[in-house]
Every structure is written in structure tokens, then in C-alpha cells.
């Protein structure tokens, strides 16, 4: 069975940076494209970066530059570096495969103070 498990989230003042984790078990994820998602409360989830397997990568609109997606396929971890947080990123950060066709993890907080 596949398992997701994110980590790496926590409480940081605006401006500041967070690198979150994501592990797969279960099988093996490099042919995989991946993508990290997240989901604020109250309101829907949504895609936030996308890798696929040779590397290639897209941001949504409101990343503006500011986040970094990336994979080590030696250790079935996706990673998303998180710079220049501000408030209005505060959500729960989930990782799946892209299109999301695996049971999704618990994910990992995120909380930025203004």
C-alpha cells in the first residue's frame, strides 16, 4: 500500500523559510510526476508545484518565485523549499502524485505570523 508522509512544516514569522519533506513508500515514485498541494482552512485544495520525472517543473501563479520543488528519487522524497513566506501561505502542505491518485497523508502545518 502506498503511503505519503510529509513533514517539515512549523510556525515562522513572515519573510522566513521552511523546507517541507515528502516520503513515499509502498512502490517506487521516480517515473512518477509528484506535486505538492495545500488546503487552507475553509477553503479548497490547491496545486502549488509540480515535478515531473525528468525534473521539469511548474509553480502556480501565486508562488512568484519564491518556492523551489524538487526530488531525490535515490531516497522516494519529493522536497518543496519555501522562501520569503508570507501569511496568506498558511495551510496544511500535502504531496501526492499529479493527477492525486493516492491516498493522501495526514500533511504538514504551515503557519506564517504576520
Known amino acids: 500500500q502506498v503511503e505519503l508522509t510529509e513533514s517539515g512544516g512549523g510556525l515562522v514569522q513572515a519573510g522566513g523559510s521552511l523546507r517541507l519533506s515528502c516520503a513515499a513508500s509502498?512502490?517506487?515514485?521516480?517515473?512518477?510526476?509528484m506535486a505538492w498541494f495545500r488546503q487552507a482552512p475553509g477553503k479548497e485544495r490547491e496545486l502549488v508545484a509540480v515535478?515531473?520525472?525528468?525534473?521539469?517543473?511548474t509553480y502556480a501563479d501565486f508562488v512568484e518565485g519564491r518556492f523551489t520543488i524538487s526530488r531525490d528519487n535515490a531516497k522516494n522524497t519529493v522536497y518543496l523549499q519555501m522562501n520569503r513566506l508570507k501569511p496568506e501561505d498558511t495551510a496544511v502542505y500535502l504531496c501526492?502524485?499529479?493527477?492525486?491518485?493516492?491516498?493522501w497523508g495526514l500533511g504538514t502545518q504551515v503557519t506564517v505570523s504576520s
Open positions: 501526492n502524485a499529479h493527477p492525486a491518485y493516492y491516498p
Open positions: 509502498g512502490r517506487t515514485f521516480s517515473s512518477l510526476t
Open positions: 515535478i515531473t520525472d525528468g525534473g521539469s517543473t
